[in-house]
């Protein structure tokens, strides 16, 4: 019997790393080097983004298809990179609506921050392991169910922790430049010594 070895904590890293730190980061550059070019007026996609980024992320951790990824051939790549994708596609829609709509940025962090910690409550508070397949075609062997339940409460925990971090974060300085700026638009006021 193979022990888990934290199979899934680590590939709960990598999704993390590569969602939340570096699909934000790689898009933050993007836009800085093309800054000085005229963005034209563009179609809004926050909606769309969020709801594809939710849904994979959902999809690629039902048990079956975590299995599919460690079962066939390319499938733990496909995986990874298609949350990357979606998660690149979510924070360039998150940025363009920074500036133009700060409402539907706001709006989509909260719904999509909402549902990632969801995932998370389930997979720390679930009372098995959701993952003995994925986790014996990951390692290779049988596995005891039992030895993988704090992998999973670990890797669950994770997520609660690094997503909501990232996600109110990312709202707090929207909300702070939408204050700033409402803040510069409204007049202030001068007393003017009357009395």
Known sequence: MLAPGGFLAQHMAIHILAMNLAAPLVVLAWQFFRCSEQKPEQVRWIGPAAAVQIALLWFWHLPAPMAFSFAV?????????????????????????AEAARWRALGALLFTGKLFCLLGV???????SLYVAAAELCLGGRVD???LL??????????????????????????????????????????????
């Open 73 to 97: 051939p390319g499938g733990e790549a496909l995986m990874h990179v298609s949350l990357f994708a979606a998660a690149l596609w979510f924070w360039s829609a998150i940025l363009d609506e």
């Open 150 to 195: 704090p992998d999973q409460q670990l890797a669950g925990l994770m997520m609660l922790i690094a997503c909501p971090f990232v996600y109110v974060l990312a709202g707090i300085i929207i909300a702070a430049r939408w204050l700033r700026e409402i803040d510069s638009r409204v007049p202030s006021f001068q007393p003017d010594g009357n009395g």
């Open 122 to 128: 389930i997979l720390t508070f679930a009372p098995r």
């Open 145 to 147: 169910p039992n030895t």
